[in-house]
């Protein structure tokens, strides 16, 4: 079973829609979790972290499921800007390096 | 702040030739990680260092491949000699702390081997 699992998409979804991703990870060990975007052609940026309550940024909802051992994100009205790559990322503590899932493709259409 | 610098942006090359790919990370960033991304495979960490020590090499996929970080501002990836599966875009990446910290990515380099 691979480390970081992700359903590769692509999602194609119009404006204005509400779309959630999935990622599983293997390792009940891990500790730290995030989200990174990866335009067309470009590098992965941070879009922000899971923490284990959850947390909301404008849009982008994350949540933590440590007893399934999945991460969901959650985009709210989704926009043409947010067609990406989302990269589901884990590591097993903050002494040992990010683990990068194969990311799920987003196309927001008009 | 300039970000991660990483040259050349684009190579093409012919198999059996040396390839060189340059990294300046983040200044203060004490971690330095080399990826390769593929279609196929996603994002691989090859090795990373850390203080301009190599950390772990474990994915670095053979004896073609080898890294170095002289020094705090610039690393190298070489591969000799160059196979047409090497084919991939290499990325840079730095970070300040430990490993699992938020890493700042180069723009890349997209090699194509011939």
């Known amino acids: 079973r691979k480390e970081v699992e992700q359903d590769p998409g692509p999602f194609n979804v119009p404006e204005g829609a509400t779309v959630a991703f999935n990622c599983t990870y293997s390792?009940?060990?891990?500790?730290?979790f995030f989200w990174y975007r990866q335009d067309c052609r470009k590098e992965p940026k941070l879009l922000m972290s899971v923490y284990s309550s959850g947390n909301e940024d404008g849009r982008f909802t994350a949540q933590l499921n440590r007893a399934s051992q999945y991460i969901s994100l959650l985009i709210r009205d989704s926009k043409l800007s947010d067609s990406a790559t989302y990269l589901c990322?884990?590591?097993?503590?903050?002494?040992?390096?990010?683990?990068f899932g194969k990311g799920t493709r987003l196309s927001v259409i008009a | 702040d300039a970000g991660v610098i990483q040259s050349p942006r684009h190579e093409v090359t012919e198999m059996g030739q040396e390839v060189t790919l340059r990294c300046k990370p983040i200044?203060?960033?004490?971690?330095l990680f080399w990826y390769r991304q593929t279609m196929m495979r996603g994002l691989e960490l090859l090795i990373y260092?850390?203080?301009?020590?190599?950390?772990?090499d474990s994915g670095m996929p053979e004896d073609r491949f080898s890294a170095k970080m002289p020094n705090a501002s610039f690393s190298t990836l070489k591969i000799q000699p160059s196979e047409p599966r090497d084919s991939a875009v290499y990325f840079c990446a730095s970070s300040f702390g430990p490993a699992g910290e938020t890493q700042y990515f180069g723009p890349g380099t997209r090699l194509l081997v011939l």
């Open positions: 200044s203060g960033h004490d971690y």
């Open positions: 260092f850390n203080n301009n020590v190599p950390i772990d």
């Open positions: 390792n009940s060990a891990s500790q730290s």
């Open positions: 990322v884990v590591t097993l503590s903050g002494n040992t390096p990010l683990v």
